[in-house]
């Protein structure tokens, strides 16, 4: 699976950004993907899912301002971002084919180069 990100870049807080992420090798419309983010200095932490199916789940952190949306004709995720804050400030990373559990979303390890978001204050 080869997976590549766009769409990062430098936004001042209040700002939007529209992440976008291709996936290849795979048959997309059945795969559950992930959005996930690291800061410097910290663990990778999941952001949104979003099932074959369509079903999303999001972090509670970005709840009511980020939207995980996919396009099955472009093998195509899509992670539209609004009202960022400085904390939001990461390296963005695509996951492919995770399980989606009762505790949620479960990373495979098909993952994207990631795309850095800067969010200045």
């Known amino acids: 699976v080869q997976l590549v990100e766009s769409g990062g870049g430098l936004v001042q807080a209040g700002g939007s950004l529209r992440l976008s992420c291709v996936a290849s090798?795979?048959?997309?419309?059945?795969?559950?993907m992930g959005w996930y983010r690291q800061a410097p200095g910290k663990q990778r932490d999941m952001v949104a899912s979003?099932?074959?199916?369509?079903?999303?789940n999001y972090a509670d952190s970005v709840k009511g301002r980020f939207t995980i949306s996919r396009d099955n004709a472009k093998n195509t995720v899509y992670l539209q971002m609004n009202s960022l804050k400085p904390e939001d400030s990461a390296v963005y990373y695509c996951?492919?084919?995770?399980?989606?559990?009762?505790?949620?979303?479960?990373?495979?390890?098909?993952w994207g180069q990631g795309t850095q978001v800067t969010v200045s204050s």
């Open positions: 996951n492919s084919g995770g399980r989606s559990t009762i505790l949620g979303y479960r990373p495979s390890g098909s």
């Open positions: 090798g795979t048959i997309f419309s059945t795969a559950n």
């Open positions: 979003i099932t074959s199916g369509g079903s999303t």
